[in-house]
T-cell receptor, first 112, second 114 residues
């Protein structure tokens, strides 16, 4: 059974700092991995998707990497802003028509 | 950009009543999903649906739950005899089943059972 863990559970950084969020998964047989953002009481916004054959994906200030063999992904956020404050979730998909298995999330606060 | 839409955004229901949560997936998507998130907990998979039938369900998705695609656009989750512990945010999602395309989520329905 796939288990997804995210470390740290919470993180507070001053504005402008670069930061890394970690995601680990127990079964390396994945189809793809998605990173999401969730604001309090709101839905899930897809940030980045990495296919199992890829090593990284970039979108603006966000860069996600994937090391499938070690069961790890990281989300790098450059030059953090207060508007980045949210919970970040990673989720893995084992196959084509398959559910996502979510991690517990990292709650990020970027302070002025 | 196309979106998954869910209605209502908030549903308050008395324990024991039936509720129907509605979703309109993205039109060219083939796979549809329901997830739930109890306050402060992980997002949990409930059920996936493809080609007008359930393709996978979790242990949470027991006889109390059912899904239906009544027409070409709507995808519904019915919860019978609601219990206090059914209170959660319910998310609908859809995708095309391709490895390079993400699963898209709606904004959720917050279900409160009194």
């Amino acid at each position: 059974k796939q288990e997804v863990t995210q470390i740290p559970a919470a993180l507070s950084v001053p504005e402008g700092e670069n930061l890394v969020l970690n995601c680990s998964f127990t079964d390396s047989a994945i189809y793809n991995l998605q990173w999401f953002r969730q604001d309090p009481g709101k839905g899930l916004t897809s940030l980045l998707l990495i296919q199992s054959s890829q090593r990284e994906q970039t979108s603006g200030r966000l860069n996600a990497s994937l090391d499938k063999s070690s069961g790890r992904s990281t989300l790098y956020i450059a030059a953090s802003q207060p508007g980045d404050s949210a919970t970040y979730l990673c989720a893995v998909k084992p196959g084509t028509a398959s559910k996502l298995t979510f991690g517990t999330g990292t709650r990020l606060q970027v302070t002025l | 950009e196309p979106e998954v839409t869910q209605t209502p955004s908030h549903q308050v229901t008395q324990m024991g009543q039936e509720v129907i949560l509605r979703c309109v997936p993205i039109s060219n998507h083939l796979y549809f999903y329901w997830y739930r998130q109890i306050l402060g907990q992980k997002v949990e998979f409930l059920v996936s649906f493809y080609n007008n039938e359930i393709s996978e369900k979790s242990e949470i998705f027991d006889d109390q739950f059912s899904v239906e695609r009544p027409d070409g656009s709507n995808f519904t989750l019915k919860i019978r005899s609601t219990k206090l512990e059914d209170s959660a945010m319910y998310f609908c999602a859809s995708d095309r089943g391709l490895s390079n395309q993400p699963q898209h989520f709606g904004d959720g329905t917050r279900l409160s059972i009194l």
